[in-house]
């Protein structure tokens, strides 16, 4: 039986541990540090983890300059594992610090007034200066969530959702965070010339501050109710997070692998977290408890240890993003990022302290008429900004500049290129060269029911009309394909874990010798030219092994297999050796001539 992908392997440790103890120096020297809001735990965990890559500590470390895929770094399993298993966990645990004790039926009426409006128009407008500065879409919708709903937290929630790279999260979460300490600055001056009262400035600090902490120190400095509003406010946006989470699911569903289900419910089922799952049900945990328990001991401290891991889980996410974090890189794309960020967050300021000043003077029908229009000149512009035309032209920028695409980026990329008959061999290549899949693209691959033969499963992202497909093969350790050759041509790449390639020529009727054996280089293109090509893959190593493949047309048939007259070491095998063998053909998924339509994973069947 596989190991289930949530539990942690010996590989895994390395990088869970170095990402942890740097998650826990930064949550220390926060808590050491004389409070401030201007010091954030995930901020020094984010810039400790930074500090380690681009300093001379790197090598100290043992770690590599991180690549698309960061292999073959021994710490990259333990970071892939901490980014997503890891986020995962502590996003669950956010539910329970959800507090809804705050929330009168007055107040809670004008915060679901204004957030309503504010914050998907804060959504359109960043993603309207995004697509004029030719911004990555998931980096625009990290940026946009981060100023949407509660800074870092956010940013780490939907990075999986919106497939966004470890690098672009650390990109917004510094962003974010930097327009939060503007805030602390820029916030209480304005409600001073304004004239508005204490109460609704702390309310406003609520709705238009990114961190949570920051949030409340810019409504405390209001005075009066301030922080407390302030505190209301921004836990009614921090309950927004799931259904941001479920709307943005349906949104980003290219490059995922569909089931096949039909009809609203059954889509949103299909695309909802299943962390989110926890999330929501320690939200209603929380409410329960609160009112239920209210000050009993056992339950503030149950709701302190959460506080703890939840903080825990969440500096060692962001260190392990710090290590991912090439300053290099981040000076090329970080000026535009903030333009993104500053731009979502004037937007957001700017509307909920007009709205809110309005209501604030009985101008209940002037504030719904701002928001209103607000929201629809910042739809209006959305759509015009982003249609399939413009994105499409952006994408093509993007690759054309050798820019990494993820594999949703690629499969549009793909269908375009087909639907104008531009796709060769040429642009196949660059495809697979510059595909570099981003965080939860890769999740249909490991959890994949297919099977692809004995130590793997697969999954198809992309089948076009011209025959060719784009597939992930996921590969158990020391797995190992028998000798073969596929019924089509086939040109693949190694993103995760070593894998080793031996290439056989036919010498006899019943011989084949041992022409060729390497380990493939991460992004080093391996192409077989169908029946002729006959070759074996293997896992080297104790971690699983992904590759991406784009297969073409079927030739008709199924491919080749050669059984041996006894179990082959293939790791003792030299090149030269020959090997006595027997034709057959190959029944395995995928191979008999069945096409990338196999991959597909089938349809849930309604309860």
């Known amino acids: ?5 949530w539990i942690p392997s010996r590989t895994d440790l390395p990088g869970m541990g170095l990402a942890g103890l740097i998650g826990s120096c930064g949550l220390l020297a926060a808590r050491l540090l004389p409070p401030s809001p201007l010091v954030s735990d995930v901020l020094v965990a984010l810039l400790l983890g930074a500090l380690v890559l681009n300093t001379p500590l790197r090598k100290l470390a043992g770690l590599e300059r991180p690549s698309a895929e960061r292999e073959p770094d021994r710490y990259a399993p333990g970071l892939r594992f901490t980014g997503k298993w890891v986020l995962r966990a502590g996003i669950a645990l956010m539910g329970l610090k959800v507090q809804t004790s705050f929330f009168g039926r007055a107040e809670l009426a004008l915060i679901a007034g204004v957030g309503v409006v504010a914050l998907p128009s804060a959504f359109f407008v960043a993603h309207c200066i995004g697509g004029l500065l030719g911004v990555r879409r998931p980096l625009v919708d990290v940026l946009a969530g981060g100023t949407m709903i509660c800074g870092a937290s956010a940013v780490n929630a939907i990075a999986p959702v919106a497939g966004a790279h470890r690098e672009e999260q650390g990109i917004a979460i510094g962003v974010v965070f930097l327009f939060s300490v503007v805030a602390l600055f820029a916030f209480h001056p304005v409600a001073v010339w304004v004239g508005l009262p204490t109460a609704f400035a702390g309310l406003w600090s609520g709705l238009a501050v990114n961190d949570l902490s920051s949030a409340i120190a810019v409504g405390s400095q209001m005075g009066g109710q301030g922080g407390v509003m302030a505190a209301a406010s921004k836990s009614a946006r921090v309950l927004m997070l799931a259904p941001t989470l479920v709307v943005l699911s349906l949104l980003r569903r290219d490059g995922h692998p569909q089931r096949g289900r039909s009809g609203l419910r059954k889509t949103v089922l299909d695309q909802l977290p299943g962390y989110l799952l926890g999330y929501l049900l320690l939200a209603g945990v929380r409410a329960g408890g609160d009112r239920l328990l209210g000050d009993n001991a056992a339950w503030g401290a149950a709701l302190g240890a ?18 991912h974090l090439d300053v290099r890189r981040l000076l090329s794309s970080g000026a535009s990022a903030l333009a993104v960020g500053g731009g979502a967050s ?10 809110i000043s309005l209501v604030a003077r009985g101008g209940y029908s002037s504030a719904a008429l701002v928001g209103s229009v607000a929201l629809f000149v910042s739809y209006a512009a959305y759509r015009a900004g982003t249609s399939g035309a413009a994105e499409t032209r952006r994408l093509r920028g993007r690759f054309d500049s050798g820019a990494p695409m993820s594999l949703g980026e690629t499969t549009r990329l793909l269908d ?4 104008e008959g531009r796709l060769d061999d040429v642009l196949l290549r660059r495809a697979l060269v510059q595909v570099h899949p981003s965080i939860g693209e890769l999740i249909p691959a490991r959890e994949s029911p297919l099977h692809h033969g004995e130590g793997c499963r697969w999954v198809t992202y992309w089948e076009g009309k011209s025959g060719w497909a784009l597939v992930a093969i996921c590969r158990e350790p020391g797995s190992s394909t028998p000798i073969h050759a ?16 031996l290439r056989f020529e036919t010498v006899d009727g ?5 022409s060729a054996r390497r380990v493939l280089g991460h992004n080093e293109l391996c192409e077989t030219d169908g029946l002729a090509t006959l070759h074996v893959v293997r896992v080297v190593g104790a971690s699983p092994a992904i590759d991406l493949q784009l297969r073409g ?8 297999r050669l059984r041996t007259e006894r179990a082959l ?21 995928g191979h008999g001539g069945e096409g990338a339509a196999a991959g597909r994973v089938p349809p849930v069947q309604a309860a």
Do not use: C, N, Y
């Open 1 to 5: 039986m596989a190991r289930q992908q």
């Open 306 to 323: 959460d506080r703890f891991l939840v903080d825990l889980t969440m500096v060692t996410v962001t260190a392990g993003i710090g290590l």
């Open 346 to 355: 004037v937007w957001m300021a700017s509307l909920t302290l007009a709205m």
């Open 416 to 419: 375009a290129a087909e639907h």
């Open 486 to 501: 596929h019924p089509h041509r086939l040109l693949g790449k190694a993103i995760e874990g070593a894998v080793e390639e």
């Open 510 to 514: 019943d011989q084949v010798q041992v």
């Open 553 to 560: 047309p079927e030739q008709g048939g199924p491919g080749r």
């Open 569 to 589: 070491d293939f790791t003792a095998l030299r090149v030269g050796e020959r090997v006595r063998v027997t034709e057959e053909a190959d029944d395995r998924p």
